[in-house]
């Protein structure tokens, strides 16, 4: 606990003071000044966070839906017990928040009145393409109906508390609340739990729902939360290592929100070696392998990052707290839990694990599943964080100010840029060259028109092309797993011969026989089972690989923007030589840069577990092969019509949101451009005035940026 004292609380009213200074010099002048309003209230509530009473380390366990975060607390703090429900999906994802107390208690936060009649309208939307919001709005409105709960009773409560005294008893109550089949959890929007264990005394952890969680009102929620908080483990699923949107929230969400310290976790490393240990041959060199794509994936990553964000003058500490990143933490929950018990008690997943690599790890035991789950190195960083949380809150204390400057410095930079370019355009052209410049701009429509359809046209074709081929490709690659290779084996069997049982001094005995036993080696053929399951995960894992690389491969998106860039730069550039053409290429980019072509991601449902339950051990007779073999064909064609109808669906998706993209893209650019261009004839109409206006702006900038120096 930290205390504002006299000498702290006098710092940072000084600070707030010249923050006002700075917004009353800028209201004579510009409307811009609000976003100084915005600074100091967010600087005056993060401090007053900081020095409350009982303020605690606070740890935010953050990452995509399904990334594994609260099995990973689960087994943190709750040895493995499945205390906090998993998300199955995003409909039934929200924020929990963890702190040690005397007594134990749930604590419930439903969505406002507000809130939910904005999902209700999402989920009665019409709209042809169903956004993922819509999507998740439609089924979270169609539990409501099904559990026929009264809605009324719950929106807009902040208070609903429920005590316990178990983790048992947790779990049955919470299961209601924020389980995947819970009768109340639809409507809920966070809860916070307060359990008297001592692991937890000094912090506090939040575990989010998933920052690409599509309901807008819990990713605020989210993001509010995470601009608190001290310490990140962010967690990335192995198989999908650091793609597309973790690196956005890494880089757009963390560090610029006062993070002090973040850890990047890699989960579910066991499906990277179930995935690849087929190839390698064996469990060894299955996990060097990943391991050590994993490590050059974080390394280059952020290498590429850092790089970037020093040509933005980012700050060291910011640095520094990415910089942690660039060595991941691999880890599998599942495998830490499974060496804590007997494999009769392993549950369905784990034995598919277990399965997939005990076929090239037969020695496959506790003692290596612990070492695959790593969860030695986590509760040594966790135990070093609960060590140093005084020097991690005194760290962050410090940068209370310097943070709150560089946002301000921010701010006047971009103001002043915007006002020196206001004044090159008032002293260097004339009102009638401006008004030629502005009809030159829109003659320029219908050309730029044509090049984004023809550009487009392009996509579409290439898709149009994919989809026959993607179409073809999965048919060959069925056949190529439709097979199961027999397998050939030896066993020991007794066998009898018959002898003669006489004996000379027994003449009784004559003519008598008996049975004596033998031992000899048998061969004899039979379908393994676990080739089967093999053939089943490896069509489903490559085929969801093959479309997603030969859809980014044909979509390109990079490479379509740049050539969009490059139209609407090139067709600006022959604009008069005497007119600036800079000040509008940034409005150009500005607009393409909020420009994002979907990229179509296709999960695969766990075909394997439902089709592969009844089988077990080695098929030796006849019929039982062809039973296997038949179970595992209809297996791989119930795959096959999942992935052909899911991708249907998503070029048909993709498609039209090309279509919307092409057809309003133009006009959008020409409407900003045309309007800034409104703008500045207005400003001509009083050019005199508005050029003093201007040169004393940014002899006012100046003396703001001095006032914080």
Not at 121 to 143: H, N, P, Q
Not at 412 to 436: G, H, P, Q, W, Y
Not at 506 to 526: C, D, F, I, N, S
Not at 571 to 592: C, G, H, I, Q, S
Request: glycine content about 4%.
């Amino acid at each position: 606990m930290f205390t504002k004292t006299q000498a702290i609380e006098k710092v940072f009213d000084e600070y707030a003071s010249k923050i006002d200074k700075i917004i009353n010099s800028l209201k004579k002048h510009e409307d811009s000044s609000q976003s100084f309003v915005k600074i100091k209230d967010h600087f005056a509530n993060k401090t007053n966070d900081f020095y409350r009473e009982d303020r605690k380390l606070r740890i935010a366990v953050i990452g995509q839906v399904k990334a594994g975060k609260s099995t990973f607390l689960n087994t943190m703090l709750f040895d493995g017990q499945d205390v906090l429900p998993r998300a199955a999906t995003p409909k039934t994802a929200n924020l929990t928040v963890i702190k040690y107390g005397d007594t134990n208690f749930l604590e419930i936060d439903f969505y406002s009145k507000s809130e939910w009649d904005e999902l209700v309208k999402l989920a009665s939307s019409a709209a042809e393409i169903e956004t993922d919001e819509i999507k998740v709005a439609k089924e979270i409105v169609g539990m409501v109906q099904k559990q026929g709960i009264s809605v009324e009773e719950y929106l807009g409560k902040n208070d609903y508390r429920i005590e316990f005294s178990t983790y048992d008893e947790l779990l049955g109550r919470l299961n209601d609340f924020a389980g995947a089949d819970g009768k109340i959890t639809p409507l809920v929007k966070s809860l916070q739990m307060t359990i008297n264990n001592e692991k937890i005394k000094n912090i506090e952890i939040v575990d989010t729902p998933g920052m690409n969680d599509p309901i807008v009102s819990r990713t605020d929620k989210t993001r509010q939360f995470i601009e608190y908080c001290d310490v990140v483990f962010f967690l990335s699923r192995c198989p999908k290592f650091l793609d597309k949107t973790d690196m956005e929230l890494l880089t757009r969400q963390l560090p610029q929100k006062g993070v002090s310290k973040m850890y990047l976790i890699g989960s579910q490393y066991d499906s990277s070696i179930n995935d690849s240990i087929w190839e390698k041959g064996s469990y060894q060199k299955a996990d060097a392998d990943n391991k050590k794509r994993l490590m050059e994936r974080a390394n280059s990553e952020f290498e590429k990052l850092i790089e970037k964000m020093k040509e933005r003058n980012v700050k060291d500490s910011i640095l520094e707290v990415i910089a942690n990143c660039k060595k991941p933490i691999l880890i599998s929950s599942m495998a830490h839990n499974m060496a804590k018990k007997e494999r009769a008690y392993y549950n369905e997943e784990e034995m598919v694990v277990f399965a997939g690599i005990s076929e090239y790890e037969k020695k496959l035991n506790k003692e290596m599943l612990h070492t695959l789950g790593n969860f030695k190195t986590v509760n040594s960083v966790f135990s070093e964080i609960v060590e140093n949380k005084d020097k991690t809150l005194e760290a962050k204390a410090v940068h209370f100010i310097p943070t709150s400057v560089a946002e301000v410095n921010g701010e006047l930079d971009a103001l002043k840029s915007k006002v020196e370019k206001r004044i090159t355009i008032l002293s260097a052209n004339d009102i009638a060259r401006l008004k030629e410049s502005k009809k030159h701009t829109l003659s320029l429509k219908h050309k730029i028109q044509a090049d984004i359809e023809n550009i487009f046209g392009g996509v579409a074709l290439n898709l149009e092309k994919l989809k026959t081929e993607l179409f073809s490709d999965i048919r060959k690659t069925m056949r190529t797993y439709s097979r199961i290779t027999e397998r050939t084996g030896t066993e020991e069997r007794t066998g009898y011969n018959e002898v003669s049982a006489s004996s000379f001094w027994r003449p009784w005995t004559w003519g008598t026989t008996k049975m004596v036993a033998y031992k000899y080696t048998a061969t004899y053929t039979y379908l393994d089972v676990s080739d089967a399951i093999e053939n089943i995960r490896n069509y489903a894992n490559d085929t969801s690989t093959s479309i997603e690389e030969k859809l980014n491969e044909s979509l390109n998106l990079s490479k379509t923007k740049r050539e969009l860039l490059t139209v609407v730069v090139q067709n600006f550039d022959t604009t008069d030589d005497d007119f600036d053409p800079a000040y509008f290429r940034l409005l150009v980019e500005k607009t393409l840069n909020s420009v994002e072509i979907p990229v179509i991601k296709i999960d695969i449902k766990n075909e394997i577990k439902n089709l592969t339950s009844s089988f077990s051990g080695e098929i030796r007779d006849g019929s039982e092969k062809s039973s296997l073999q038949l179970a595992m064909n209809d297996a791989l064609h119930s795959i096959f019509e999942f992935i052909e109808g899911n991708l249907v669906k998503e070029f048909v998706k993709i498609k039209s949101s090309i279509q919307n993209l092409k057809d309003s893209l133009a006009d959008q650019l020409l409407k900003d451009i045309t309007d800034e261009l409104d703008n500045i004839e207005q400003l001509f109409k009083n050019r005199e005035k508005e050029l003093k206006n201007n040169e004393e702006l940014l002899k006012v900038i100046a003396d703001c940026k001095k006032l914080v120096a």
